[in-house]
């Protein structure tokens, strides 16, 4: 006959609270408490009885980047001939819609044409710019019209980001989280992938940093491992075993907490509030992938 551990536990004479040790207990309550992501709100991955949820609409103007992250998906699906074409991906009446998954959007030239198309098109739908903010400047922000924007940094100091992105942008970067940060009229988002290893130290200083400058909340992700990434981020430093650990990528965030409104991905959350303490305490996560393609079917729409 098997046993839960609860139940084992009783068993043995034991109450299941005696089992729980204070780390995890906070680790439960900290999930708990957490709020969804502006980003996830309104996702299909934050409904665990959708089988195979899909995430939000994605409109692609480029594969293209001007950075090339040791850790980007986006860059392996190029490689692979896997990234998608520019276009709307999704479906009518979408809660929000993201510009974009793929690529650095600031990099085409019809990022301010599409940006007004999707709003006349669209007018109800939350609209997300995802960039890595080393284009964003004060004139292309104020042609551009979005509801959140959502800035990649993922390290503290110029060497350290210039070693993640292979590009000299980390002041650029920072300036447009003050263009946004100081911009109240839309939700901004320092979004940062847990690399331990490599950028443990950096997290909560770039959360200290990000909210100096006015960003609302920062997204910290965990990080997915793609085959064609692998050595690169293995030079760098990373800790293969703890970037598997839900505990280790909880606890970045609670540091980072002290400093500024962190949330983590939304589906993520949404599996660890099933978890009770001791199973969230000692859980590992899948932390490695095939390169992404895209589940939402292309939508003709009129291109500008």
């Known amino acids: 006959m098997k046993y839960s551990w609860e139940e084992f536990a009783r068993k043995m004479g034991i109450e299941p609270e005696i089992l729980e040790n204070k780390e995890a207990r906070l680790l439960k309550k900290f999930v708990d408490d957490l ?3 502006t980003h996830c709100q309104g996702c299909q991955g934050l409904d665990l009885s959708i089988e195979n949820p899909v995430h939000h609409p994605s409109y692609e103007l480029t594969p293209a980047c001007n950075h090339d992250c040791i850790f980007c998906y986006s860059n392996v699906a190029v ?5 998608p074409k520019p276009g709307y991906y999704g479906w009518e009446d979408p809660y929000a819609i993201t510009v974009s998954q793929y690529g650095e959007p600031l990099m085409s030239p019809k990022i301010v044409e599409v940006n007004r198309m999707l709003r006349e098109r669209f007018p109800d739908a939350r609209l997300d710019l995802q960039t890595n903010g080393s284009l964003l400047t004060e004139e292309l922000w104020e042609k551009l019209d979005f ?3 959502m800035i990649s940094l993922d390290a503290a ?8 992105t292979n590009a000299d942008t980390f002041d650029n970067v920072v300036n447009a989280l003050r263009i946004v940060g100081v911009d109240k009229s839309v939700r901004s988002v320092v979004r940062t992938i847990f690399m331990p290893g490599i950028n443990d130290e950096d997290i909560p ?15 910290l992700q965990p990080l997915t491992i793609h085959e064609l990434n692998e050595e690169r981020l293995r030079k760098a430093g990373l800790d293969f075993e703890r970037a598997e650990s839900i505990k280790e990528y909880l606890k970045a965030a609670m540091e980072a907490k002290k ?6 991905s939304g589906c993520q959350l949404a ?6 303490a001791l199973t969230l305490f000692s859980a590992r996560r899948i932390g490695r992938d095939v390169a992404p393609i895209v589940k939402r079917k292309k939508l003709q729409l009129e291109e500008p």
């Open 157 to 164: 100091t110029r060497e350290k980001h210039k070693m993640i």
């Open 259 to 264: 400093y500024i409104d962190v949330r983590i």
């Open 205 to 219: 200083k770039i959360a200290e940093l990000a909210a100096s400058l006015g960003v609302d909340e920062m997204m």
């Open 35 to 37: 709020i969804v992501p």
């Open 147 to 149: 509801d959140l924007v």
């Open 271 to 276: 599996i660890y509030r099933t978890m009770d």
């Open 79 to 83: 490689k692979l001939g896997k990234a």
